[in-house]
């Protein structure tokens, strides 16, 4: 069965200290992978999806990005935390099959402070 | 451009039945999500409803789709405490690509 592992969860860590978030998932081969940011506010934020190693589509520019260094591996990454970087971040997977929705992580928690 | 809609607060006594509400804008939608997030989790799918069905049930989940209106519906019979979490609409289309969330429906059941 499929299985998709976010870690840390949870992370504090001062402004302008790098951060780094991973992402795996088991059991399936070539999966979408997305990344959301939840803010306190409710809404989901599409942040980064890919539909292949290496292929990043980045859906709001901001102070993070995201690579893709193996097939079922998905990193959210920053060079330099803002206060506003934090939120509950969560990472996502979907099957080319039509039918599914995605199936999520179980999110990391991030507090800049 | 694509939008999903859902009213932000709702609540009900236990024993009784939520109905929860979502539009949405996209005709060319294939699938329908409702996703089910307790505090500090994960979003968890409950179901999904193919866009040439008016009705699936599940146990205690019924949905129900109205595609002329673009409208959803989620709802959960004899809801229990349990229940009480935030629950999201999503739409989709097919090749495995983006969902659209809603901002998600906070479901409160009082004892």
């Known amino acids: 069965s499929q299985t998709i592992h976010q870690w840390p969860a949870t992370l504090v860590q001062p402004v302008g200290s790098p951060l780094s978030l991973e992402c795996t998932v088991e059991?399936?081969?070539?999966?979408?992978l997305y990344w959301y940011r939840q803010a306190a506010g409710r809404g989901l934020q599409l942040l980064f999806y890919s539909v292949g190693i290496g292929q990043i589509s980045s859906e709001v520019p901001q102070n993070l990005s995201a690579s893709r260094p193996q097939d079922r591996q998905f990193i959210l990454s920053s060079k330099k935390l803002l206060l506003s970087d934090s939120g509950f971040y969560l990472c996502?997977?979907?099957?080319?099959?039509?039918?599914?929705?995605?199936?999520f992580g179980s999110g990391t928690r991030l507090t800049v402070v | 451009g694509e939008d999903v809609e859902q009213s932000l607060f709702l609540s009900v006594r236990e024993g009784d039945s939520s109905v929860i509400n979502c539009t949405y804008t996209d005709s060319s939608s294939t699938y329908l999500y409702w996703y089910k997030q307790e505090p500090g989790a994960g979003l968890q799918l409950l179901t999904y409803i193919f866009s040439n069905m008016d009705m699936k049930q599940d146990q205690r989940l019924t949905v129900l789709l109205n595609k002329k209106d673009k409208h959803l519906s989620l709802r959960i019979a004899d809801t229990q405490t349990g229940d009480s979490a935030i629950y999201f609409c999503?739409?989709?289309?097919?090749?495995?690509?983006?969902?659209?969330f809603g901002q998600g429906t906070e479901l409160s059941v009082k004892p």
């Open positions: 996502a997977w979907r099957g080319q099959g039509a039918y599914y929705g995605y199936t």
């Open positions: 059991g399936t081969s070539n999966p979408n």
């Open positions: 999503a739409e989709g289309q097919n090749q495995g690509g983006k969902l659209i």
